[in-house]
């Protein structure tokens, strides 16, 4: 398979109109992700931690491009491929890493683990680890927000094997229809656990499974922060204007197994080399570097600054208590309609 990209639109103007602040914050929050990943790949392997694991390395950039594009208000709701989704909406690295760890200090209290991860207060509805189970409730999110009359836009993510699910095809006709203020992003890594686009569907341009809906949509450069954010940035003034859902599809790769258990054996070590010169993160190290709004020693001291803070959260995390064994009982059962749960 030879590696393919959607096509960018922007290029030559990418740095007057993102500017100095928006790359160095896009180099540091991708630097945050890959590093966290990383240890938690090493992390499993050493077994800290059980489970299933699956990372986002390769993928940064669109998280990257996405929270520059949108309000703090704004909802989020993805698949079970979901550690750095809390970590760019600005959740503490400590309380991602402890609840890997299954401790009470984490963003679920150490009971939703690799695939279920919420923060309310960020407004992170979730990390779903049945597979396409997030598309209708990102559109039932959408939903209470325009019956509520609250400006927001909801982007609900999923990845490229999820789309095969009937719910995707439910969901579509039913978010058209109602006008529903969400943005549907198919992260499209190329690979459903092991299988390619190509044995899965007749349709290999992911973004036209809205046609018959209607839905407008287009392909992203999910390698690039620049095109990420304009193509969010445009979907989500679509959706704000009242003018029902937007379909995404984000081309990406990802560098890792799709889980930690994957042989990869369904791809060459030549094809995930040749992603590896699109790196997200190299990109934007050399136009901070090109355009000297940083040093190397700079951009090293920032990825130090990361490492240490990841290491930290483990340290965090590893000190961190497990739930007490009442709280098995917190969050599923209420007491009082269980009189077999004592006081």
Known sequence: MTTKTAPSKKKSGDAATFGKDTYL??????LLMRRFEEKTGQLYTMQKFGGFCHLYIG?????????????????????????????VLGTPPKNVMAELFGRITG????????????DKGRNLFGGHGI????????????????????DHVTLCSMGDGAVRQGILHETFNIAMTWKLPVIFIIENNEYAMG???????????????GESYDMPGEP???????????????????????????????KTYRYRGHSMSDP?????????????????????RRKLLTNKWATEAELEAM????????????????????????????DVYKQKDYPFVKD
């Open 107 to 118: 963003t679920s209290k150490g009971k939703g683990g690799s695939m279920h991860y919420f």
């Open 131 to 150: 597979v396409g189970g997030q598309i209708g409730l990102g559109a039932g999110i959408a939903f209470a927000d325009k019956y509520r009359g609250e």
């Open 220 to 250: 992203v450069n999910g390698m690039r922060c620049e095109d990420v954010h304009t193509a969010i940035a445009k979907a989500a003034a679509h959706c704000r204007a009242g003018n029902g859902p937007y379909l995404l599809e984000i």
């Open 303 to 330: 990825d130090e600054a990361v490492k240490a803070e990841v290491g930290e959260a483990v340290k965090f995390a590893e000190e961190s208590p497990y739930p007490p064994v009442d709280e098995l009982y917190i």
């Open 59 to 87: 993928q940064e950039a669109i998280l990257a491009g996405m929270i520059t594009a949108i309000r703090p208000s704004d909802r989020i709701i993805t698949g079970y491929r979901d550690h750095a989704h809390p970590l």
């Open 25 to 30: 914050r896009w180099f540091k929050e991708m």
């Open 195 to 209: 299988t390619s686009v190509e044995r899965t569907s007749n349709v290999h341009d992911l973004y036209t499974l």
């Open 264 to 284: 990869q054996k369904y791809r060459s070590k030549e094809e995930v080399e040749e992603y590896k010169l699109q790196d997200p993160i190299e990109d934007v």
